[in-house]
């Protein structure tokens, strides 16, 4: 069983809709958390990065965090074609060397 | 500010054979951090760089080694390459007290025939 796990997708919604993707992880040591998007052809890019439980909110974009549950979210508000990306979330335990753990990232595609 | 550079960001290696892949990192960053990306997967942590030690690896076999410079370019190496390293070879770099805030170039796509 992988540490995070991550609906592959694809997702696909129109223009406008809000998405909604989720990560589940099994281990509580995890306890910074972010969510990179990766373009293709592109290196991954940080979009949000939260310690805590609860919403962090920049822009479109809400990273929530819920630890006792062991679930991350991140929504986007007014989708838009160039969102059109793979969305990884990942994390890294408390203490060491920043050994980041990656979901396996969703891929969305916004429709005009 | 230039960002992480990579290179070379294609290369065709034959089973067995050796690879370099070379990395500038952010100017001012002092940690350089590798992954492998496999296709359709998330990338997987190989090893980290903090003042040119290795103070952090994942589950990859010695083969796999390592190098920073002072400047805090770097080099990733594979010796012995086999079928299952191809992948997407992604650098990143960061300050070791930004946890998680990791800087990524573009990748060095390595088929192995």
């Known amino acids: 069983q992988k540490e995070v796990e991550q609906d592959p997708g694809p997702l696909s919604v129109p223009e406008g809709a809000i998405v909604s993707l989720n990560c589940t992880y099994s281990?509580?040591?995890?306890?910074?958390f972010m969510w990179y998007r990766q373009y293709s052809r592109k290196g991954p890019e940080l979009l949000m990065y939260?310690?805590?439980?609860g919403n962090k909110e920049d822009g479109r974009f809400t990273a929530q965090v819920d630890k006792s549950s062991k679930y991350i979210s991140l929504f986007i508000r007014d989708s838009q074609p160039s969102d059109s990306a793979t969305y990884l979330c990942?994390?890294?335990?408390?203490?060491?060397?920043?050994?980041?753990?990656f979901g396996t990232g969703t891929k969305l595609q916004v429709i005009p | 500010e230039t960002g992480v550079t990579q290179s070379p960001t294609h290369l065709i290696k034959t089973r067995g054979q050796q690879v370099t892949l070379r990395c500038s990192s952010q100017?001012?960053?002092?940690?350089v951090s590798w992954y492998q990306q496999a296709l359709g997967q998330g990338p997987q942590f190989i090893f980290q760089?903090?003042?040119?030690?290795?103070?952090g690896r994942g589950n990859f076999p010695p083969r796999f080694s390592g190098l920073q410079f002072p400047n805090y370019s770097s080099e990733l190496n594979v010796n012995a390459l086999e079928l299952d390293d191809s992948a997407l070879y992604l650098c990143?770099?960061?300050?070791?007290?930004?946890?998680?805030?990791?800087?990524f170039g573009e990748g060095s796509r390595l088929t192995v025939l």
């Open positions: 990143a770099s960061s300050l070791v007290q930004d946890i998680g805030e990791l800087f």
């Open positions: 281990n509580s040591a995890f306890q910074y």
């Open positions: 939260t310690y805590s439980s």
């Open positions: 990942a994390m890294i335990k408390s203490g060491g060397y920043q050994k980041v753990t």
């Open positions: 100017s001012g960053h002092n940690t």
């Open positions: 760089y903090y003042r040119e030690e290795e103070n």
